[in-house]
């Protein structure tokens, strides 16, 4: 079965100071994977996401980028954190279109407090 | 410019009653549409999904209904438990690159 870990689970990261979190899927291979973040009030936002090793796109301008280097590791990076980079943030597998079902699977979020 | 809305916040609904939570679209390039369940410090849960080209789908309490011309759908969960407070994301899939956007979530809330 397969099975996505993303960690840390919480990040405590003062201002100015850089950031990356990692984001693995066990039991699939050549998955779409996605970086979300979940702001208050904001729902759940698409970051950066992902069809293939080093093919990312970039949905909103931000102070992050997001690198693939192997087909199930997806990372979310920073070289210098924000406070506005506060939140809770998610990793997301799923098949390609036609491969397997249609749905997203969520790792646990890493809720993240620039200080 | 949101491309997948939710427009109320949140609900409340007494016990054993339908839940119905609403989502609206303007893409019409999307060719799936998922409902996810969502808890604090939790990632989303799947509840279900529905293809562009049906109008319904049921899976136990859980039926999504898709209104094409409308760009609409919805989620009806019938009897509502208490179990089933949490923040429901509306989501869609586009047919082209897979990207799955999201709605800004309602919270519901089951009142004993």
């Known amino acids: 079965s397969q099975t996505i870990h993303q960690w840390p689970a919480t990040l405590v990261q003062p201002v100015g100071s850089p950031l990356s979190l990692e984001c693995t899927v066990e039991?699939?291979?050549?998955?779409?994977l996605y970086w979300y973040r979940q702001a208050a009030g904001r729902g759940l936002q698409l970051l950066f996401y992902s069809i293939g090793i080093d093919q990312i796109s970039s949905e909103v301008p931000q102070n992050l980028s997001a690198s693939r280097p192997q087909d199930r590791q997806f990372i979310l990076s920073s070289k210098k954190l924000l406070l506005s980079d506060s939140g809770f943030y998610l990793c997301?597998?799923?098949?390609?279109?036609?491969?397997?079902?249609?749905?997203?699977?969520f790792g646990q979020g890493t809720r993240l407090t620039v200080v | 410019d949101q491309q997948v809305k939710q427009n109320s916040p949140s609900l409340s609904v007494q016990e054993g009653r339908i839940s119905i939570l609403n989502c609206d679209y303007t893409n019409s390039m999307f060719d799936y549409f998922l409902w996810y369940k969502k808890y604090p410090a939790e990632g989303p849960t799947f509840l279900i999904s529905?293809?562009?080209?049906?109008d319904k789908n049921e899976d136990g309490r859980f039926t999504v209904f898709l209104n094409k011309s409308a760009k609409h759908l919805s989620l009806h969960i019938v009897p509502s438990q208490p179990g089933d407070s949490a923040v429901y994301f509306c989501?869609?899939?586009?047919?082209?690159?897979?990207?799955?956007?999201f709605g800004k979530g309602t919270r519901l809330h089951i009142l004993p």
């Open positions: 529905i293809s562009s080209i049906k």
């Open positions: 039991g699939t291979s050549n998955p779409n």
């Open positions: 989501a869609a899939r586009e047919n082209r690159d897979d990207k799955i956007i």
């Open positions: 997301a597998w799923s098949s390609k279109v036609g491969q397997g079902n249609t749905e997203a699977f």
